[in-house]
């Protein structure tokens, strides 16, 4: 199997899937003579051409709208929003639009569209430049929001999202770009809609999607090597819809939980997962399920105070360390 | 290379609000040199625009500097070959004026009055910078000297601009609000927008297009169906006019011309730069897609260099002033590292201190390992 990057997955899967089929085209701001932004498009504008390699202005309503048009006559745009905060200027087109058209005019028309777009902090981008807003975009019904981690998730989703007939907003993170994985030489598309239980184990559940779920990995690898903890890691892959069944079997089994998230507490996408323990593992919880987020703030630019911010492997293992202790199974 | 569109104007005054009609003093007319083409500035006020041009580049070089000794972080855009149009336009501004930028601020921030070593702080994060480390390179901020902000969301301090100038109008002051903006900026939804807003409303902004001639990687012609960009004052009836920016004194005039009049008359005005980026996007793009061209055009109008060459050749600068003035930018690049590197890094504690201006009951102060109970 060939080991690649995340970044590297998503070149590969684009460039499959215009070579597969001739209404896949690619739009978004410096994508083509530029590369992208973070060069996922590298080397696709000099094979395809600039009609299916698209450099827009700097427009992101109207280029984001222009693609919701074309999807509603049967193309298949993939839009690169160059980070998830830019795609805030769109919000009136994705939500008010590619979210609405299916079921606003009794499903006559489908948005057969994907948006890749990365967040995430830790760049010291500043306060605008680091959000994982997300969250914005899947609770918003008529959209699909996927959120792989590793690169054989990136091809496999990817895939599924150019396949699908309604709008997906296909997240990224600028942290994963580099990230490697082994990739197995033909990936099906995934099934939107399903997690993963990417790591199974018996004593602690951990719930991450998109970088988090990479940190939870690593958490968890190490619990195991060191002090001999088994954590079961839940990759969400897919925040809208949420695949509630497979959290809380694992929960069930576990009989605790830590949710490992990069965007703020409050409201956030973890609020929605312990709802949902709650709502369907109750009678197994052994302690409260605990939320790691990201502290409620605009991120400052200083990296001390970054740092301080942002979830990471320790603050992800205290949690983790804190929830077996309360159900009596650490020491 | 001044070009207009649109209604014209007189160069100064004009009907409507009663406003304190400004005036600028030319001081006296450089007289010396056979090829003097200056046309109103005193030898000072020459010499201290290539004492900042001269500044900022050093400046710059240091911030390439420190960004790849690591000691910058996150996205750091230079306005290296923007110098002229820089100190142009800031010369035209009074301390009370307001300012908007893009991201791409550090020397206007400098032009505007802001002592260098606050502008390095903030590059570095510390306390003692603009925004005390939280804004880093793209997000300086300075009330003393009228810095409203760089933003680095593209377009976004547009209608902030706009919104400043109805402020004023508001109020009934005599300030104007100058908002710079990039070539690629005039395509999103916000310029357009906050344009005809504020002919509509007669705001005293000037909305400054630094035409550097790319985006990031897209020229002017790939992303803007009318590349001249001046023209799209057009539309909402403002007076657009374009200006050489490699043209410190061309700049200023223009600027000046354009800020007394939103003074006296409150109207807003839209003026486009023409020059060239001398590096990157940002300070990591090695710009491969660049056009041999395009590189050598920008260097072959390097607007420090040419305007040292003026200087010189009409008798305001002889070769030992010229270099003294570079000894000395450089001295103050230097103290500006200096003295950011010695400024110490925000405290972990003060992490809450700036999310609402009023306190308020149950406003999350949770680190990400704290538990919520
Ligand atoms: C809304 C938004 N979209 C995209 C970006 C990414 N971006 C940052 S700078 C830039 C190019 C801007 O070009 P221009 O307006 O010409 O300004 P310059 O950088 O040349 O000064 C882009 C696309 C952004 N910061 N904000
Ligand atoms: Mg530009």
Redesign the interface.
Known sequence: MAVITYRQALHDTLREEMLADEDVFLIG??IG???G?YKITAGLLDEFGEKRVR????????FIGAAVGAAMQGLRPVAELMTI??SL?ALDQIVNHAAKIYGMFGGQCSVPMVMRTPGGGG???????SQNIELYYAFVPGLKVVAPSTPADAKALLRASIADNDPVLFLENLALYNTKGEVPETVEPAEIGKAAVSRPGNDITIIGYSRMATVAHQVADKLEDEEGISAEVVDLRSLRPLDRETLVESVRKTNCAVIAEDDW??YGIGAEIAASISDGAFDSLDA?V?????????L??????ER?????A???T??VH?TLEAVGRRR | MAETATRSKPASGGAGKTRRNGTRSSGKRVQTGANNVFSGESPDTLRDYFRQMTLIRRFEERAAQGYTQAKIGGYCHLNLGEEATVVGLMSALRRSDYLFTNYREHGYALAKGIEPGRVMAELYGRTSGTSKGWGGSMHMFDVDSGLLGGYGIVGGQIPLATGAALAIDYRGGDQVVMCQLGDGTTNIGAFHESLNIAALWNLPVIFVVVNNQLGMGTTVEKSSAESELYKRAVAYRMHGERVDGNDVTAVNEAASRLVEHARATGEPALLETVSHRLKGHSVVDPSKYRSQESVDAARAADPVATFRARLIDSGVLDEDGAAEIERQAQADADAAVAFADDSPHPDVSTLFDYTYATPVANDSRRLPADPVF
Do not use: C, M, W
């Open positions: 701001e410096e003579v530029f590369e932004s450099d827009t202005p700097i427009a992101e309503e109207g905060n830019f200027i760049q010291q981008l500043g306060a605008t430049h507490l409050t409260p605990r939320r790691v987020a990201a502290a409620e703030v605009p400052p630019y200083a990296k001390p105070l301080a911010a942002l979830p990471s320790e603050s992800l205290t949690a804190e």
